[in-house]
């Protein structure tokens, strides 16, 4: 998952208590395994970490690939590099089990944000553990030797520490751990292991689609983000959709003396503000006709999920200095599940002591729109351009010429209006209640979301091999995902090596 | 005057036709006096123009002002420097008359705009002469021998051959001429050539207060700035005043993913097109309460004046790309006589490539009002801040603290309240009616301004030394004042000449 999930500062957490024994015999397994092999997993994670994986970076995106799939092969999964064209290669592994009847795909992506090794206190593929986190002040401790337990507040410092290489190395321990109790996989189980997700995935639905049989599955998983604020199992049945555009309006030609003609030459940023509050009420409500139209509504068990989720509005606008919220009295979890009209950001000529009198010669404003499930990307763009035309412009794709300029009293051009729609996986459905019991037998009471805020390309993966997709994150939510830092608590590690044993054997 | 008129291009000029025979002897005098002295005039416009003028060029300034002193010595004009603190020397000349019971102040500025040489076609202190303008291929040719008369639509390329050397040549020339007619002055005259007003006049308010006997007079002509677009000659009685001010908007403390908190977390952007949307109709009318209060509307000779002055908008349209204008029907001259209010830029977070999908952290814009006479610049301001506070704003002058955010539901930091009120001298006056005679009687019909559209601090002056001001500029409005290749119309120089001569006989 590429957007990353806030850090909240949870003051109270329960933070040394033992978890109490999972119900599910396989995380029970795990935990057993896991117990007795701290030093091992870690240092075989270390390995993988210190393989650098920014996508652009080949040769290194191919070591890690190779990696992978000898862990795999390590632990009797067949694997293989799928490839095609540009791609960066998928690491595919199959367990193939004899009489099952569905298949379930388990992806997670084994490359990284790209970063500045400047910002970083500890070189971002020189895995480190500190014996807490940065902010607390955490400092670089040596592994503990085999057989000594971890700190399960200790983190691990390094690149894809969290975002994603660790689901991988909780799927391949989980694997020794079913092994060792002699558990059985029930299913047939496939691992899709990405190499250009912090690219943008762009190959990616073409690849899948040209190997539809090697991908197909009953259910992916999708194993990747962080866990609730309140580090309770988030089980994520959707993402919003997304899609953006630009608009710049014009004005005089070159930038105009405000005082030899202010009050006669149009000003392009006061018609660009003009345009942009009338789309949306004072409410937060989306004012674009017809914007609302074709959303499918949540069912009782979404709503029912939506409701119970833990509320985190209050300690989140502390966090982030807010005396109010847009949507209020509305939750942050209720709004996610409706769309957003964003403006990401504005510009026209210069503000501050780079201003000059001048009446702008254009004004522009960058959009996104988050788009919920029965919503039409496409659709969406055209309705808002019917509402800028319905405001008197004339719409253009490029730099209209003078004689353009000159025709129309006012011009917009958009550019920029490539998007996809929501994905949301009916919470109802077998499979999806089957999902929730298993990571409850795992991990007690999960948070669980019909959408996340974010935006994912669900839909791709859906539509390439005829899928649905349910997202299930093993990170602790403030683990620098993107940014210099990134970390994985320890405890993480261990809760997510004992959900990933119960997953893969439902 | 800094605010640089509109360069119009008017197709239709008849270039090359002599000018009629001025009414007034002095300008009689003047034209009879240049036609047989044109080199000389020139060469000696050349000389002036040679020393580099610009502000903060200390030496350069300094020799600008000793030679101008020379210059009206040998004129017999009793001059001096007139320094005050940190102010480049104030050059003062003057010509006692005995039995006159006024005193006429001409002002002008000889330093110049800051300029880059790299973009100029000749060395900006090198003075040529052009065949044309740049603009239509004008090739460098030598100055005519004494006694061949000059193109009169050749011109002279130089940094201040326009703005503000010309006029100080002029004056001097005129002298020249009116003594050689054995023409009398019947009025005290003053000349005040400013050394910084390039740099913002910042010190002559204190300057002309703390020796306001030298500088006093019953009406100030600033000799300053370009003549109307349709090449005929400008009075005008008044200048806009201005203020500005800085707007922020407060959002979360950091940037936020717009998936994860979009339809949540306030949108600063959002909020600043809201606000600034609520400031203005459609129609260009400021919907700030009582902004309008206290204007002085116009005398019926002012609003003659207004209805006579020539329409520049169709070329002014065509020129610029405009397909419409924000006043309309209103004419561009009428425009000006009101006060305007005008987005000078605006900007929060990024656009195009450079946006990110985020909640911006801030909103920001630049606003700048133009005033008018009756307006106050203090209250315009705060007016507007009255506004923002009923759109439920808490009002902040520096960045709040996080305390600070947190309380308020809406913060907007307003910085920078500068500013200066309108000028504008009844065209009603005895003295403004003999003014608008002389004029024409120099120059034929003029096109007479209540109040021009740009600001120039005029009230500085008026208060300091307690008088009126008009101004009557001589430059070509094509003249690329305050850009590369500055440049004066020979025919501007000459009428100038002519101009000035009666202005100094009246």
Redesign the interface.
């Given at each position: 998952m590429r957007?990353?999930?806030?850090i909240l500062l949870i003051a109270a957490m329960a933070a040394h208590a033992q978890p109490p024994v999972p119900a599910n015999p396989a995380s029970q397994a795990a935990r057993q395994w896991r117990q007795t092999h701290e030093r091992a997993i870690v240092s075989e994670f270390f390995d993988l970490l210190a393989v650098p994986n920014i996508a652009r970076d080949r040769p290194n995106i191919r070591r890690n690939a190779d990696l992978i799939v000898k862990m795999l092969e390590k632990r009797g999964v067949k694997a293989q590099l799928v490839e095609q064209g540009p791609a960066n290669p998928v690491v595919r592994g199959e367990i193939p089990t004899p009489g099952a009847t569905r298949t379930i795909v388990f992806y997670a992506h084994y490359d990284g944000q790209p970063l500045d090794p400047k910002e970083w206190a500890t070189p971002p593929f020189e895995p480190v553990l500190r014996d807490r986190s940065l902010e607390k002040d955490g400092r670089v401790v040596p592994l503990p030797a085999a057989g000594t337990p971890f700190d399960p507040e200790s983190r691990i410092y390094a690149r894809s520490a969290s975002d994603d290489k660790a689901p991988i190395l909780a799927i391949v321990t989980a694997l020794d751990a079913i092994k060792a109790a002699g558990l059985k996989t029930k299913s047939n189980i496939r691992f899709v292991f990405e190499g250009e997700e912090e690219a943008g995935s762009i190959n990616l639905e073409a690849l899948l689609a040209a190997h539809k049989d090697l991908f197909t599955g009953d259910i992916w998983l999708i194993c990747d983000g962080p866990v609730h604020q309140t580090r309770r199992q988030l089980v994520a049945f959707g993402?919003?959709g997304?899609v953006?555009f630009?608009i710049t309006i014009y004005?005089?030609?070159?930038e105009?003396?405000?005082?030899?003609?202010?009050?006669?030459?149009?000003?392009p940023?006061?018609e660009?503000?003009?345009l942009?509050?009338?789309m949306?009420d004072?409410s937060?409500r989306v004012l674009v006709d017809r914007f609302y139209e074709g959303i499918e509504p949540l069912s009782e068990t979404e709503k029912r999920a939506v409701a119970e989720a833990p509320a985190v509005?209050a300690d989140l606008?502390?966090?982030?200095?807010?005396?109010?919220?847009?949507?209020a009295p509305k939750k942050?979890v209720d709004?996610?599940q409706?769309?957003?009209f964003?403006?990401?950001?504005?510009?026209?000529?210069?503000?501050?002591d780079?201003?000059?009198?001048?009446?702008?010669s254009t004004?522009?404003?960058?959009i996104?729109m988050?788009l919920v499930k029965g919503m039409d990307h496409a659709k969406t763009i055209e309705r808002v351009i019917d509402h800028i035309r319905k405001q008197s412009y004339f719409i253009v794709d490029a730099d209209p010429s003078?004689e353009v300029?000159?025709?129309?009293?006012?011009?917009a051009k958009i550019t920029g209006r490539e998007g996809y729609n929501a994905a949301r996986t009916s919470m109802d459905l077998p499979v999806s209640q089957e999902v929730i019991r298993v990571v409850e037998s795992a991990r007690g009471p999960s948070v669980k979301l019909p959408t996340?805020?974010?935006?994912v390309p669900l839909v791709m993966i859906e539509r390439a091999v005829g899928t649905r997709t349910i997202t299930i994150p093993i990170a602790n939510h403030d683990n620098n995902q993107h940014s210099s830092n990134e970390n994985l608590r320890i405890q993480n590690l261990w809760d997510g090596i004992e959900l990933m044993a119960a997953l893969l054997t439902m």
């Open positions: 957007p990353a999930l806030p993402a919003r997304v953006g630009d004005g005089p030609r070159r105009l003396h405000s005082g030899h003609y202010g009050n006669w030459a149009p000003n940023a006061m660009l503000v003009r942009l509050a009338s949306k004072d937060g509005d606008m502390r966090e982030l200095w807010l005396g109010s919220t847009e949507g942050l709004l996610l409706a769309p957003s964003n403006i990401r950001g504005m510009a026209s000529s210069r503000i501050g780079q201003a000059s009198n001048v009446i702008p004004a522009s404003a960058s996104d988050r003078a300029r000159m025709a129309h009293p006012k011009i996340m805020g974010g935006s």
